[in-house]
């Protein structure tokens, strides 16, 4: 059956490629002041509500957020490369590029980030002009009972996923999850992004009063940017237990194999 139309997968996989660079890129970037502020400033003595750091010489690394703080050695922090210790807040295995480079990293991201930024904008206007939107994604009447929501949290808790004609069709938890990401969390990704950069603080310094400062608008940004990397990572785990190879390969040809519910 036919499941996903040409538009849809090619954003899905240009948002792969865009998403992991604009991600490791971003953790580049934060390694160069690896703590998080609300405000309009930060700098090293101001109070951080994010911290990741080393002590006692570098020997130690932490994650510290407000009062929480965790040992986190060889993971963040401190870890070792090539036989000796790197005291960088993400490991080189997660950063683009692996070594650090604050110029590189500025340049991936920001270079990716209008790729990402377009492409997003083209998918939301064939979305609302091809009705894709009111189609797929938009939820009815009846899906927002919270019987029908509670259902579908258990089945998808059980891992008991829809079968048959009805897996071709999102289902209530999915709109939601996808609505958010769509309407809440890219758009703001794009504005924080904006907030922090000083040519557009100039041109709309409205931005900044927006998110309460630079330092706020960076906070945020790094929070949508892990919530954006939560829903990957469920996502992952749903294909898999949906069935990796039908689920894949629909996103590629557009043609998902259906089987018959039997009892």
Excluded: C
């Excluded at 538009?7 to 792969?16: A, D, I, S």
């Excluded at 258990?154 to 079968?163: G, M, W």
């Excluded at 990397?229 to 992952?236: D, E, M, T």
């Amino acid at each position: 059956m036919h499941r996903h139309a040409l538009p849809v997968r090619l954003w899905h996989w240009l948002n792969v490629i865009a998403v992991f660079v604009l991600l490791g890129s971003g953790l580049s970037i934060f390694n160069a002041h690896p703590r998080l502020y609300w405000g309009q400033y930060g700098a090293n003595f101001d109070p951080a509500w994010l911290e990741i750091g080393s002590r006692d010489g570098g020997q130690e690394g932490f994650l510290r957020i407000g009062p929480l703080e965790v040992e986190t050695t060889g993971i963040l922090g401190v870890f070792e490369k090539d036989g000796s210790l790197r005291r960088r807040a993400w490991p080189h295995y997660l950063t683009i590029p692996a070594d650090y480079s604050l110029a590189q990293g500025r340049l991936y991201h920001l270079f990716t980030a209008w790729i990402f930024g377009i492409a997003g904008l083209a998918y939301a206007l064939w979305s609302v002009a091809g009705r894709h939107f009111r189609r797929d994604l938009l939820p009815a009447r009846k899906e927002m009972a919270p019987r029908h929501i509670w259902h579908d949290v258990k089945q998808h808790a059980r891992l008991r996923l829809p079968k048959g004609e009805a897996a071709l069709r999102y289902n209530i938890l999915q709109k939601f999850s996808y609505l958010f990401v769509l309407f809440v969390l890219l758009p703001m990704m794009v504005l924080t992004g904006l907030a922090m950069s000083p040519n557009m603080n100039a041109a709309w310094p409205w931005l900044l009063d927006l998110f309460g400062g630079r330092q706020s608008a960076r906070s945020l940004h790094f929070i949508a940017a892990f919530l954006i990397a939560g829903f990957i990572l469920v996502h992952i785990i749903m294909v898999i237990a949906a069935g990796p190879l039908n689920e894949i390969r629909s996103m590629i040809t557009g043609r998902f194999r259906i089987r018959e519910d039997r009892p």
